[in-house]
């Protein structure tokens, strides 16, 4: 990948260079790290004494989840599914299960880490999707929101970031498969014409 050598943010901590597509940073890396720790905590304090089984929704979800488990101090267990409902920058509407869970979900707490609540659509199918299965428990924890974008109503129980209404890419986001390894969030330039 082209990189060019200008920091990321003018956080001390920020190491990532600028990828030469991104016009601005939403979240440096440090910013993320941080409310993952927080998440981290929550979670931990909220399942206390339970045994959680972490779906992560491929594959936008794997660097947040990744580094969330990191932050559990709980017994757990993980999953995937792999739901298409994306083209490029427009959700099609149409959610298909392309990967099923290995386990069942039958008595189980359930909670879906999700990269982005954009339309709701995505999720709101899952849910009903996952709810038929009979869980134990049934929540989403998703790294960003952008709730101004709802079409349908989503509650998660634990958000990263609420972001404002942009496409973004990077910590595992992408742009048609690109993007995903980006250690920040950020938003693309317009291409070029
Ligand atoms: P929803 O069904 O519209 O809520 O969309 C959920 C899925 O769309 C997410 O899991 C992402 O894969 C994708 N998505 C929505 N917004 C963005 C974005 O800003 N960047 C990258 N992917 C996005």
Do not use: W
């Not at 189980?108 to 849910?127: A, P, Q």
Request: charged share 30%; aromatic share 6%; proline share 5%.
């Amino acid at each position: 990948m082209r990189r060019v050598s200008r920091p990321v943010g003018d956080n001390k901590n920020q190491t990532a260079a600028l990828h030469p597509d991104i016009a601005r940073v939403l979240l440096t890396e440090e910013q993320i790290r941080e409310r993952i720790r927080e998440l981290g905590h929550a979670i931990t304090r909220d399942y206390a004494g339970r045994r959680l089984t972490l779906v992560g929704i491929l594959k936008g979800s794997v660097m947040f989840l990744s580094d969330l488990m990191r932050e559990l101090d709980l017994d757990c267990t993980v999953d995937f599914m792999c739901l298409s409902s994306y083209s490029g920058k427009e959700s099609t509407g149409v959610v298909r299960v392309m990967l099923d869970l290995r386990e069942s979900a039958e008595g189980r707490d359930i909670l879906v880490i999700e990269d982005i609540i954009d339309t709701g659509l995505t999720l709101s199918y899952l849910m009903q999707n996952l709810k038929t299965r009979n869980p134990r428990s049934l929540e989403i924890c998703a790294f960003l929101d952008k709730p101004d974008c709802r079409k349908v109503q989503v509650r998660a129980k634990y958000v990263g970031f609420p972001i404002p209404n942009e496409f973004v890419v990077g910590y595992g986001l992408d742009y048609n498969e690109q993007y995903r390894n980006l250690p920040y969030v950020g938003i693309l330039k317009p291409p070029r014409a």
